[in-house]
């Protein structure tokens, strides 16, 4: 079991992490350059229905969720919390966000949005708490298919992709920008903040 100390790290890293990311996704937004898949899902949606982004980015985390069910794939803590705080993060971050004026600014915003989202990443995989909801879709796609990770998650993006985008999801140069850069940011970034058990320390034999 892991000391007080660290299970403590592991909440606020996770509270920070999802935080983070729903900034992130605001950012993105505001430059309109283009989402990640899925996003541009999430924005075709709210194109549709009315709801806010965060609303929608709820739900369907929730949804994608229940698909675990045939997958046998089990929610941890960090999880549940995914489903809720990204998008109420990413409402609020949207209310205080004004939008950028100018080319130069909405490419900051784009770029600040896609490095955040690499950090906070790694910041709530790294609290080792439960995969997100569509992480978990995928792990369990994988153990189910027999399919590569790689394979499966390409997959999955194309699909929400190409739908978000027949709903009127924004698709653009900061969507190949990310597809291009959060493998490459997450590896950098996971390493650093994985939280991992202390080494037991060694046993002293009486002689």
């Not at 949207?94 to 950028?100: E, S, T």
């Not at 989202?117 to 609290?127: D, L, M, N, R, S």
Request: proline content about 7%.
């Amino acid at each position: 079991m892991l000391p007080s100390d660290h299970r403590t790290r592991r909440f606020v890293q996770l509270f920070v992490g999802l935080a983070l990311y729903g900034l992130s996704s605001a950012l993105m937004i505001r430059a309109q350059l283009g989402l990640d898949p899925w996003d541009v899902f999430h924005q075709g949606l709210v194109e549709h229905t009315g709801l806010s982004f965060g609303v929608i980015t709820i739900i369907v985390g929730a949804v994608v969720m229940l698909g675990w069910i045939p997958l046998r794939q089990w929610p941890g803590i960090g999880t549940l919390c995914n489903v809720v705080l990204v998008g109420v993060s990413v409402d609020v971050s949207l209310a205080l966000l004004p939008a950028p004026s100018g080319l130069p600014a909405r490419i900051a915003f784009l770029a600040g949005g896609i490095v955040l989202c690499g950090f906070a990443t790694g910041c709530y995989v790294g609290a080792g708490l439960g995969p997100g909801p569509r992480d978990g879709l995928m792990t369990g796609l994988v153990a189910r298919t027999g399919g590569s990770i790689r394979l499966v998650r390409t997959g999955i993006e194309i699909a929400v992709l190409a739908v978000g985008f027949l709903l009127g999801g924004s698709v653009g140069v900061g969507t190949l920008a990310y597809a291009l850069a959060i493998g490459p940011l997450v590896h950098f970034f996971l390493p650093l903040m994985k939280i991992t058990a202390p080494e037991p320390a060694p046993e002293h034999v009486a002689s």
